[in-house]
Structures are given as C-alpha cells and as structure tokens.
C-alpha cells in the first residue's frame, strides 16, 4: 500500500490542477450580468468570482482523482507498459563492439 504522505502530495497536486481546471467555469463578466462596472476595470474582470465554490468543488475533484490514482496503485489496472507508445527499448547487447582479437 501507499504511504499516506505520497497519497497526501499527490491529493495536494490534483487539487491544484483542479482548482485552476475550474476556475473558468460559471464565470460571468460585469456586461453579461448587467452590473456597472468601476472606472478603469477590465472588460474581462470576472462579476461573480467566488472562490469559495471553486475550492468546493476542487476538493471534491481533487479527492476523486486521488482515489481512482490509488485505487489503480493497488490493483494495477493500467500500467507504465499499457501506456508506452514508443515500443519497447532496443536491447543492449545489439550495440556491443566485437572483440578484436
């Protein structure tokens, strides 16, 4: 099994990526809502931030991944050979120098 610190950063790492995957999502401009915007503002600026929703739902994406990751740690449904689209290594012994005596 894994130790729990691996299964900790490895929570940590998808929750960072999920945070950033989400925060687009439901994200609407002062234009798109009908707010008046302040002087100066960017036209892009977000009306509706609210990163407590996207901690929320990062902690849950974020748990869900790292479970499907351990889960497959343990029980090896895909592994680095399912996944090696290079082929496998050329064998040493091919690139050996004969013996010149």
Same mark, same amino acid.
């Given at each position: 099994?894994? +130790?729990?610190? $691996? ?8 929750? &960072? *990526?999920?945070?950033?995957?989400? =925060? ?16 100066? +503002?960017?036209? $892009? ?8 929703? &996207? *901690?929320?739902?990062?902690?849950? =994406? ?40």
């Amino acid at each position: 099994m894994m +130790q729990w610190t $691996s299964i900790l950063a490895i929570y940590v790492l998808f929750w &960072v *990526m999920s945070a950033f995957l989400l =925060l687009p999502f439901g994200i609407k401009t002062h234009d798109e809502m009908g707010i008046e915007k302040t002087a100066g +503002q960017a036209d $892009s600026a977000p009306g509706n931030f609210r990163p407590g929703r &996207v *901690m929320v739902r990062a902690t849950v =994406l974020a748990a869900v991944l790292t479970g499907i990751y351990v889960a497959n740690y343990a029980y090896g449904w895909i592994t680095p050979d399912d996944i090696n689209i290079f082929g496998n290594p050329p064998d040493p012994a091919d690139y050996r120098h004969p013996d010149p005596t």
